[in-house]
């Protein structure tokens, strides 16, 4: 399985933009690469997922690198609610494979 | 729609002993899924099932049985419960399986104390 790296950890203030990164330079041209998080003491919950173009929804907005080895998940105002573990997760394009969790990001945010 | 639900809450077990978490979807998905969270830990996925009657191990399914004899329900039984089965367990379900685009929905999580 292609695997992602995430720093363990990062650190925003309330209203402002937050990028976090995650490496994929093993990525196969047909892996979507999803994002999910982890609020305290909850399931983790869906945000978005992109194969190559940038994609946005109510929560969040994906960019891709243009050779797919990188992707960034972009909150565009962070609040203290989006204080959460971030994963960045690979899907292969194969039938009845597991979402593979690694470690995440950590994201604090101060008021 | 209540989305996920997971019964119990928490729970507290003696080594040996046996207990059953309940899953429910309202949302009239083909596929469910047990994962366990330990700390500090991504989730790991304990089995799952790709429609009614069905069920197939994940990466960690040794002292895990299931059963999916209703649609909407899956149940996650531990036989003979052992301290290594202390952790966090979430339950998904999807409306499509293993597709590229599959987006999965979660449970609140039971959590499961082995003493």
């Known amino acids: 399985d292609a695997k992602t790296t995430q720093p363990n950890s990062m650190e925003s203030n309330e209203e402002e933009p937050v990028h976090l990164p995650c490496n994929h330079s093993?990525?196969?041209?047909?892996?979507?690469i999803h994002w999910y998080r982890q609020l305290p003491s909850q399931g983790p919950e869906y945000v978005i997922h992109?194969?190559?173009s940038n994609v946005n929804n109510r929560m969040a907005s994906l960019a891709i690198a243009e050779d797919r080895k990188s992707s960034t998940l972009i909150l565009h105002r962070a609040t203290l609610r989006d204080a959460a573990v971030y994963y960045c997760?690979?899907?292969?394009?194969?039938?009845?494979?597991?979402?593979?969790f690694g470690k995440g990001t950590t994201l604090s945010v101060s008021s | 729609n209540a989305g996920v639900t997971q019964t119990p809450k928490f729970r507290v077990l003696k080594t040996g002993q046996s207990m059953t978490l309940l899953c429910a979807q309202d949302?009239?998905?083909?596929?469910m899924y047990w994962y366990r969270q330990d700390p500090g830990m991504g989730l790991r996925l304990i089995h799952y099932?790709?429609?009614?009657?069905?069920?197939a191990k994940g990466e960690v399914p040794d002292g895990y049985n299931v059963s999916r004899l209703k649609k909407q329900n899956f149940l996650l039984g531990l036989e003979s419960a052992a301290p290594s089965q202390t952790s966090v367990y979430f339950c998904?379900?999807?409306?499509?399986?293993?597709?590229?685009?599959?987006?999965?929905?979660f449970g609140p999580g039971t959590r499961l104390l082995v003493l």
């Open positions: 998904a379900s999807s409306p499509m399986g293993g597709g590229p685009q599959e987006t999965q929905y």
């Open positions: 093993t990525i196969s041209g047909t892996d979507y």
């Open positions: 992109g194969l190559t």
């Open positions: 997760i690979l899907r292969p394009n194969q039938a009845g494979t597991a979402l593979i």
């Open positions: 949302m009239n998905h083909e596929y």
């Open positions: 099932s790709v429609g009614e009657g069905t069920t």
